[in-house]
């Protein structure tokens, strides 16, 4: 089993900066693929970014490619989301998840993860 907790979320106005963080535990090294999602209020849960395992390939949503960095320390079980030039839409609980086997089409797809954290909320005001 691994367990996932995210942190870093918060209150920020648009165009500032977040960083979140996902720490994965259970193992002492995790190699699985890493990303987030995120959901907001009426919406369904949708794929944010990704670091596919292996490979370390990163795969970014259309809506957050060139303002999203993920980035993963292997050595610690980190994944992060370093979130630039944020805009009011991005406002949703984001959470961590991960999976074992995952391949490489089914990155974006929320149901083929195993594993998930609780979220958090990230607010981007106008």
């Known amino acids: 089993q691994v367990q996932l907790v995210e942190s870093g979320g918060g209150l920020v106005q648009a165009g500032g900066s977040l960083r979140l963080s996902c720490v994965a535990s259970?193992?002492?090294?995790?190699?699985?693929?890493m990303g987030w999602f995120r959901q907001a209020p009426g919406k369904e849960r949708e794929f944010v970014a990704t670091?596919?395992?292996?490979?370390?390939?990163?795969y970014y949503a259309d809506a957050v490619k060139g303002r999203f960095t993920i980035s993963r320390d292997r050595a610690k079980n980190m994944v992060y989301l370093q979130m630039n030039s944020l805009k009011p839409e991005d406002t949703a609980v984001y959470y961590c998840?991960?999976?074992?086997?995952?391949?490489?089409?089914?990155?974006?797809?929320?149901?083929?993860?195993?594993?998930w954290g609780q979220g958090t909320q990230v607010t981007v005001s106008s």
């Open positions: 998840a991960a999976d074992n086997s995952l391949i490489l089409s089914s990155v974006r797809i929320a149901e083929h993860y195993d594993y």
């Open positions: 670091i596919f395992r292996g490979s370390s390939g990163t």
């Open positions: 259970g193992r002492t090294f995790y190699s699985g693929t």
